[in-house]
């Protein structure tokens, strides 16, 4: 779930002219429409205010990364799509050059992040499509990692709980289509490693162990049909029928 070379690809900054066609203001400096190629061999086409990059752009980077959107003295800020070389792609808000606000990013094997970034990072809520699975977790993020109150949704279950670290831990329960629910404890396990192995590695080691606790009662849902009421029209309690 990396944002494959999202952070390597930087702008020619303000210093680096290279050749420049278009609107200038009374005092020599870019200011208007133009369009600049670049002495690294980039192409910006779009707006400029008093010499920098202000306003709707297009930036072409010689490598085939492309962004087109908004910029604010020379930084992307607002909305803008980035595609990167790798041929993922993210649509949403900017702040100081960063992926920052509420954005979406198509990830070079289809998977998909949707929700909230900040300093170029998944942080905050957001949702995670696996492409290949189809599951989706539904949850909160902090710096990239999936941490906090979140849902795992599988094709025909969900996992509902806290994550720390991409992994389920604590309380939680699983919910199934059938209508039953499974609840539990994920409880972290020290695997098994040999004497060579580095101290360090034993974050790495530590996996969560599903505990279950109790599963409800099948609680399908059928609907209540009214109770039958008595007939106001037919023979009295002290009649009967056939005799005059």
């Known amino acids: 779930m990396s944002d494959l070379g999202s952070e390597e690809l930087e702008e020619e900054g303000e210093n680096s002219l290279g050749e420049y066609e278009g609107e200038r203001n009374e005092a020599g400096e870019r200011h208007g429409h133009g369009r ?11 707006q400029y205010e008093f010499g920098q990059r202000n306003g709707q752009g297009v930036y072409k980077f010689k490598n085939g990364a492309r962004y087109t959107g908004q910029y604010l003295k020379n930084k992307k800020h607002g909305q803008g799509t980035f595609i990167y070389p790798d041929g993922s792609r993210y649509e949403g808000e ?14 070079v094997n289809n998977d998909t992040y949707t929700g909230e970034w900040f300093a170029h990072q998944r942080h905050g809520q957001g949702t995670y499509l696996y492409a290949e699975t189809g599951s989706k977790y539904v949850g909160t993020w902090v710096h990239g990692q999936q941490v906090g109150a979140a849902e795992l949704i599988h094709l025909n279950h969900r996992y509902q709980g806290k994550f720390l670290n991409k992994h389920p ?17 994920y409880k972290l396990t020290d695997v098994e490693r040999g004497d060579e192995e580095e101290e360090e590695e034993t974050l790495a080691n530590i996996i969560p162990k599903w505990k279950a606790t109790q599963i409800t009662d099948l609680a399908l849902w059928t609907p209540t049909l009214p109770e039958k009421q008595p007939s106001s029209v037919g023979p009295g309690p002290d009649e009967t029928l056939g005799e005059e």
């Open 94 to 107: 900017w702040a100081d050059d960063q992926r920052h606000g509420y954005g979406v990013y198509y990830y």
């Open 169 to 185: 831990v604590g309380p939680g329960k699983y919910v199934f289509d059938i209508g039953c629910e499974q609840h539990g404890e």
């Open 36 to 46: 600049a190629r670049l002495p690294n061999g980039d192409v910006y086409e779009g």
